[in-house]
């Protein structure tokens, strides 16, 4: 009987060893992955040469209007005036009034974005959870020309009927910036959300063994343990407020005004880019390359930011296994 086993048990080894000589491990082409993985990269690709594209006329524009005789680049920097019909280049008003305006979102947008978040990721039950989440996220459907006129004919009146006719005036930063807040209140709050959601709920279950209250776990807890995700919501939520157009081009002014009172009318950088760019500029004219030059600005503006994302999502995020 044994012997029988071990003549079963060699005549087994044979066979895998002949199986393994004649086992085929090379690669074989599957077509239908080959053209998924094709496709994949041709999106990667056209995403990233779509970008390079517009940076590349974006300054090669800008050029034409740095290499302009008229045009001081320290001037361009420093300057507290923005008139081209007199050859002025300060773009400091436009920058000034961008700022304030996103300052003013972002002291609406981030507490109460941060607020929802908590509520949503801690206290909101399910059921409570499915019915707010897609409510916000109806504010990022409506039209931003609609939040301009909202901010015109409503927060305007608002402010002014509050303040005073002799405080706010007709077109100003404040009712701009609270209205933009609204509209990034969905982007901060459901990133945020997502970053609470994501923090392991031992952590939770540790500090209520240690007899932390919820709130305290939120707050000590939760919060610190997805800064990195929050931090980024904020920078994100920066940006989308810096690149506003239709809002403030509705409600702040159309006049460049270097002036830092929330309660007086100025123009934004976009809001600028569009007032131009709707009037009558022939091509390759000093005004029209200075809608280049400014959308320059703004893009190193925005890219910065987004490098400052990176480097706080890197530097504080938290892995857990």
């Known amino acids: 009987m ?10 087994t080894h044979k066979n895998s060893a002949w199986q393994a000589r004649n086992l085929d491990l090379r690669k074989r082409m599957r077509i239908g992955e080959t053209l998924i993985q094709g496709f994949l990269f041709f999106c990667g690709a056209f995403s990233i040469l779509t970008t390079m594209g517009i940076v590349y006329e974006l300054g090669k524009e800008a050029m034409l209007f740095f290499s302009s005789p008229q045009v001081n680049l320290y001037d361009f920097l420093t300057g507290t005036k923005w008139q081209p019909q007199i050859n002025q280049f300060g773009i400091l008003p436009l920058v000034t009034s961008t700022f304030i305006t996103s300052l003013v979102a972002m002291l609406i947008a981030i507490p109460l974005g941060l607020s929802v978040a908590i509520y949503l990721s801690e206290y909101a039950s399910s059921r409570m959870r499915n019915l707010l989440k897609p409510t916000l996220e109806v504010l990022a ?6 939040y301009g006129y909202f901010a015109l004919t409503f927060m305007t009146p608002l402010l002014r009927s509050i303040l005073g006719r002799d405080v706010v005036g ?21 990133m945020s959300e997502d970053a609470l959601s994501a923090v392991p709920h031992s ?35 920066i940006s989308r407020a810096v690149g ?6 509705l409600s702040v002014g159309a006049g460049p005004n270097f002036t830092f009172n929330p309660f007086k009318g100025a123009e934004t950088m976009t809001g600028h880019i569009v ?17 280049f030059a400014i959308g320059l600005v703004l ?23």
């Open 2 to 11: 044994t012997e029988k086993i071990e003549t079963i048990t060699l005549q």
């Open 141 to 146: 459907g409506i039209p931003t020309v609609v």
């Open 170 to 190: 007709i077109y100003n930063m404040a009712s701009g910036g609270l209205v933009m807040g609204i509209l990034i209140l969905p982007l901060i709050s459901s």
């Open 203 to 237: 952590l939770r279950e540790a500090a209520y063994g240690l007899g932390a209250t919820k709130l305290e776990v939120a707050i000590k807890i939760v919060v610190p343990a997805a800064i990195s995700g929050i931090a980024a919501a904020f920078i994100l939520g």
């Open 244 to 249: 506003e157009t239709m809002i403030v081009a």
């Open 275 to 291: 007032r131009i760019s709707g009037g009558d500029l022939s091509y390759d004219s000093i005004d029209y390359n200075s809608i």
């Open 299 to 321: 893009f190193f503006i925005t890219l910065g930011l987004n490098i400052i994302s990176q480097q706080i999502v890197r530097r504080f995020r938290e892995v857990y296994e």
